[in-house]
């Protein structure tokens, strides 16, 4: 029902930044959560970052604290994460995820509804 669209993704040495932005296509994003995650080869997928309704509520995967930032603009329909001090390991495809789950703090794939078709981040030395 909720389209999303992923944009930003790209290669980036290490120690640098980069910003994703999520959007929905068709309705408005304000009655979701707003979550991040990323997927590397062979490997699960890993919650990066999720955001409540109203931006009030933001949180962080353990890897990620401290240089990631999570954010939202109900009025433009985006959520946005902003990834500072990339490291190696930050390579994966990044998918932006939207939850109707009554709470904010949702953290696994399966609390999460609607998909974008994920956007790849590669870090380089």
């Known amino acids: 029902q909720v389209q999303l669209v992923e944009s930003g993704g790209g290669l980036v040495q290490a120690g640098g930044s980069l910003r994703l932005s999520c959007a929905t296509s068709?309705?408005?994003?304000?009655?979701?959560?707003g979550g991040w995650f990323r997927q590397a080869p062979g490997k699960e997928r890993e919650f990066v970052a999720g955001?409540?309704?109203?931006?009030?509520?933001?949180y962080y995967g353990d890897s990620v604290k401290g240089r990631f930032t999570i954010s939202r603009d109900n009025a433009k329909n985006t959520v946005a994460l902003q990834m500072n001090s990339l490291k190696l390991e930050d390579t994966a495809v990044y998918y932006c995820?939207?939850?109707?789950?009554?709470?904010?703090?949702?953290?696994?794939?399966?609390?999460?509804?609607?998909w974008g078709q994920g956007t790849q981040v590669t870090v380089s030395t």
């Open positions: 955001i409540g309704r109203s931006a009030v509520d933001k």
């Open positions: 068709g309705r408005s994003f304000s009655p979701y959560v």
């Open positions: 995820a939207a939850s109707t789950r009554l709470g904010s703090r949702h953290t696994r794939p399966d609390e999460y509804n609607y």
